[in-house]
């Protein structure tokens, strides 16, 4: 095709229902439209999955962009004009609002270092002759096409409907560059989803493109025409901008509406909480790169290590250690024997977890703490699981389980999935690897149980938050397991069993942990001295512990005793601390640093 691209428009065509019938296209945001959130926020979650399972994997890092803007003046003329020249009856799809409108609110949902919408332009030519790609097919064509890639997050193919849900007027406008038969092609097509008719017989998909099949327009001309509405795909870059017309901004809970500056924070709030998974640094790098943009502002990069929220952190920390396998808690079914994923718990840092977390809930919950976020293959959030454990509600941390790669492992937490992928629900599974889900499920309740039970609660404290990284499996620094009672010099603790007739001392048990300044952590551990005796002293030893409980005597940074205290809010004072002959309680202050996990041993020993 040739030409200047002032001169063509694009032709409509509606697609006819055949004498076999076949599905009405709105069903397609039907079946997403009950999921219980709103159009923007599934669109971020899908087109997001949609970008990554169209990642080269050539070393390099795809990147996704979202771009608010409203469409007025020339812009606005020339999709009224040229993109959609002529409207499909509008008892199938109304577009009669943005022809009034003088002004349109939309948003580009793009991508590059991507394959763009590859392969044939008809659903009827065989992929065959294209290498085998068919995404343009996939993402435009067809319904509830899925890909048989095991790292591919769709598991019906129903997606791609978020992209229509999340415009008011169900029609969108994509762009590609891609490879097709060696060279790079650009394509530009509209699509709108609307209701199948009788009369004429229409199946309710309507394309605006060329040709009577309206194939896509191709070439210089569809460079031209992006490039005069605006379309942000870099030159010379693969990949794919859509843009999604009159969008849905959503609403607050009063039912007010969104502006689109409040959609621009909804945006980034719902790309932090739902893929800082693929912002997280592995290996020296992060899956992907995210960018944010409204009207004629510089774009903005969204990555969860530099504007996240404090709470957040937690679940970074948790992802990072379970993708260098470091020291997770395996979830495991027990007959048979099979490995069904890796946990991980991190405590929150920070005094105030909740800091810039917005008005609005995020993912379902109003507390951004105290949950487990589920992940599989794709390594974006399912959904933000809250376990039925008390112990865990009296402290600050966040969870995160991967699901194992194990192919049929993989396969029934995929098949778990409802369409839009916010959940895992058992009974949708085969019954022959339903238990896989059911059990991951129990098991990480019993996790974080097991690790909060011997934890005191936070309740009492001032400070609720807890460090993370303190100890691997949130395990050996805040239990008794973790901290060591000493036996050394004449005295020995006992383990918490008392003796007539020496004093003894329990087994210590973490009291409080906040952060210090400069970095690293207070710990204030609290134990109980019973059969107390005049003339007897208290000495207190902290070094670096290993997972197992160990000193880890290598480590260059060791814990520093700061002192004792009869309340936990009192100054410390230097050991050793004399027994008054009285039974008692004692508070032990230790300064650890960044990541250290302390082993307290405490020695109880007669004064000379």
């Keep these: 095709m040739s030409g200047n691209v002032a001169e063509p428009k694009l032709s409509l065509h509606s697609s006819e229902t055949s004498d076999e019938g076949g599905i009405e296209a709105n069903s397609i945001t039907q079946l997403l439209g009950a999921v219980p959130m709103d159009p923007l926020t599934l669109l971020i979650r899908e087109s997001v999955q949609n970008s990554w399972d169209a990642s080269l994997h050539d070393g390099g890092t795809p990147s996704y962009q979202l771009d608010f803007r409203t469409l007025v003046g020339e812009g606005l003329s020339m999709l009224k004009g040229k993109i959609l020249p002529t409207s499909p009856p509008a008892a199938s799809l109304d577009l009669s609002s943005l022809r009034s409108s003088s002004a349109l609110d939309c948003v580009f949902v793009t991508d590059w270092g991507t394959t763009g919408l590859n392969g044939p332009t008809s659903a009827r030519y065989p992929i065959d002759g294209y290498g085998g790609d068919a995404n343009y ?115 607050f809970a009063d039912g007010e509406e969104r502006t689109l500056s409040e959609a621009v924070q909804h945006a980034k709030e719902q790309l932090l909480w739902n893929c800082w998974p693929k912002m997280a640094t592995v290996d020296g790098r992060s899956d992907m790169q995210f960018y944010l943009f409204h009207e004629d502002q510089e774009a903005t990069e969204v990555n969860a290590r530099k504007s996240y929220p404090p709470a957040l952190r937690a679940y970074m920390r948790a992802y990072e250690r379970l993708a260098t396998g470091d020291h997770a808690i395996p979830i495991r079914l027990r007959r048979p024997k099979r490995e069904l994923g890796r946990l991980a718990l991190e405590f929150v840092t920070e005094t105030n977890p909740t800091e810039g977390f917005g008005t609005e809930p995020s993912n379902g919950f109003r507390v951004p703490t105290n949950h487990v976020a589920l992940l599989r293959a794709p390594h974006l959030v399912v959904k933000y699981l809250e376990p039925r454990s008390p112990e865990a509600a009296g402290f600050h941390w966040g969870g995160v389980f991967l699901a194992d790669s194990a192919e049929d492992v993989e396969q029934a937490f995929k098949e778990s999935e409802p369409p839009a992928h916010n959940d895992w629900v058992p009974e949708h599974v085969d019954p022959g690897t339903r238990t896989f889900v059911k059990i991951a499920l129990v098991r990480i309740d019993d996790a974080i149980t097991k690790r909060f039970r011997s934890t005191p609660s936070a309740q009492s404290s001032q400070h609720r938050g807890a460090v993370s990284q303190l100890s691997d499996e949130l395990g050996s620094a805040f239990s008794t397991e973790g901290f060591a009672p000493g036996g050394g010099g004449g005295g020995g603790g006992g383990g918490g069993r008392p003796s007539t007739a020496r004093p003894a001392i329990s087994d210590p048990v973490v009291h409080q942990v906040s952060g210090a300044e400069g970095g690293g952590t207070v710990v204030i551990a609290r134990a109980e001295i019973s059969h107390a005796k005049v003339g007897w002293n208290l000495e207190v030893q902290a070094r670096a512990g290993m997972d197992d409980g160990q000193i880890d005597s290598e480590a260059d940074d060791q814990p520093t005793v700061l002192g004792w205290s009869a309340e936990p809010e009192a100054d410390p004072a230097p050991f050793p601390r004399s027994l008054a002959g009285a039974d008692s309680e004692i508070f032990v202050h230790i300064l650890c640093p960044p990541e250290i996990a302390p082993v307290v041993i405490l020695s109880l020993e007669e004064a000379p």
């Excluded at 129903?158 to 229509?164: C, R």
Aim: proline share 6%; charged share 20%; net charge neutral.
């Design 137 to 251: 097919k996939n993402f435009l064509l067809m319904v509830g096409k899925t890909k048989d890639d095991p790292e591919s997050g769709g598991s019906y193919g129903f997606g791609k409907g978020s992209y229509y849900l999340a415009s008011r007027v169900r029609t969108i406008v994509a762009f590609t560059r891609c490879m097709v038969k060696g060279k790079m092609t650009s394509r530009l097509v509209a699509v709108g989803v609307g209701t199948g008719l009788d009369d004429p017989p229409l199946t309710g998909k309507h394309f605006w493109g060329t040709g009577d099949k309206a194939h896509p327009l191709e070439g210089a001309p569809a460079d031209e025409l992006a490039s005069s509405l605006g379309f942000p795909l870099p030159a010379g870059e693969t990949g794919t901008s859509v843009l999604v017309l009159d969008v849905d901004k959503g609403q």
